[in-house]
């Protein structure tokens, strides 16, 4: 037993969780590795000069099929959708950090804060994409743009019920 300063004692141990917390947060590390693998691959297309390469990184829906997409061909314009894919792909990498960090802190600190900036924070982006750029046909639907949605969702389904309950706080 560890005792502060003022001699009282404290337990210096982390709140336990159960299976079901170390799945939802195993879920949050899967979702923040593919996240991180977006930003990734932007940087890579970005540093090989293909503005072409990203743009086929985001379109491919019903909407944007890839056959009928006209591509720029003036410096300036491919230079600007360059910029602003290549900051897209960022966010999404760095979503994919926060999500390393809800991971850890539900894993090591059974941490319900984290847990709800999984569920907001994390949720927003993954919903704004979802909604904003697949289900309207810009990016093709399949199983990479849809998978980070629903594993998004089953982490925050399943993980407060191996969470130490919030009564107790």
Same mark, same amino acid.
């Given at each position: ?19 079901? *917390? ?19 691959? =932007? ?5 090989? =000069?293909?503005?072409? =390469? ?29 910029? @602003? ?6 966010? /999404? ?8 960090? /809800?991971?850890? @802190? ?7 804060? *984290? ?7 994390? =949720?927003? *982006? ?30 925050? /389904? ?7 309950? @919030?009564?107790?706080?």
């Amino acid at each position: 037993m560890t005792t502060y300063s003022n001699g009282r004692p404290y337990a210096n141990t982390t709140p336990r969780i159960s299976t079901a *917390a170390k799945l939802g947060a195993w879920l949050f590390f899967l979702w923040a590795v593919l996240h991180i693998w977006v930003g990734l691959e =932007g940087i890579h297309q970005y540093l090989t =000069g293909s503005t072409l =390469g990203l743009w086929n990184m985001l379109i491919g829906g019903t909407h944007a099929p890839r056959t009928a997409f006209v591509h720029a061909t003036d410096a300036i314009t491919l230079y600007a959708q360059g910029q @602003l894919i290549l900051n897209f792909c960022i966010d /999404v990498g760095g979503y994919g950090v926060l999500g390393l960090a /809800v991971w850890w @802190l539900i894993l090591n600190r059974a941490s319900w804060p *984290a847990y709800f900036i999984g569920v907001f924070v994390i =949720g927003i *982006a993954d919903l704004a994409f979802l909604f904003a750029m697949v289900m309207s046909g810009v990016i093709e639907l399949n199983t990479g743009t849809i998978g980070g949605p629903v594993i998004w969702f089953m982490a925050i /389904v399943v993980t407060p019920f191996g969470l130490p309950s @919030l009564r107790n706080k």
